[in-house]
């Protein structure tokens, strides 16, 4: 599966965006997502996850309540709305995918295979 990530920018801070993470191949439903970031000279960290066998979203504690994942089968995309953003939000974000993934590794980066390119959220204050 491919991925392409798309819809960063520059915002102020309280504003929002929405990133999208578009996907080619037929069994994508089949996968979960997860969306990281990458800092300026920090490592990569979870923001949030999709498991697509049982329709369960988590979150990052420090995206909880701010940011939403969604999935849109039948567009082949996944969406991760980010609201009340913040300036530490600043970061590359990345989209992942990945088949066989259970609950308590989401949050692990290095467990997804597939991966698209990162789309920049810039937080201006």
């Known amino acids: 599966v491919q991925l392409q990530a798309s819809g960063g920018g520059l915002v102020q801070a309280g504003n929002s965006l929405r990133l999208s993470c578009a996907a080619s191949?037929?069994?994508?439903?089949?996968?979960?997502v997860g969306w990281f970031r990458q800092g300026p000279g920090k490592e990569r960290e979870f923001v949030a996850a999709?498991?697509?066998?049982?329709?369960?979203?988590h979150y990052a504690d420090s995206v909880k309540g701010r940011f939403t994942i969604s999935r849109d089968n039948a567009k082949n995309t996944v969406y991760l709305q980010m609201n009340g953003l913040r300036t530490e939000d600043t970061a590359v974000y990345y989209c992942?995918?990945?088949?066989?993934?259970?609950?308590?590794?989401?949050?692990?980066?290095?467990?997804?295979?597939?991966w698209g390119e990162g789309t920049l959220v810039t937080v201006s204050s």
């Open positions: 999709f498991k697509w066998n049982d329709g369960s979203t």
């Open positions: 191949g037929r069994t994508f439903s089949r996968y979960s």
């Open positions: 992942a995918a990945d088949q066989r993934l259970i609950r308590s590794t989401l949050h692990i980066w290095q467990q997804y295979d597939y």
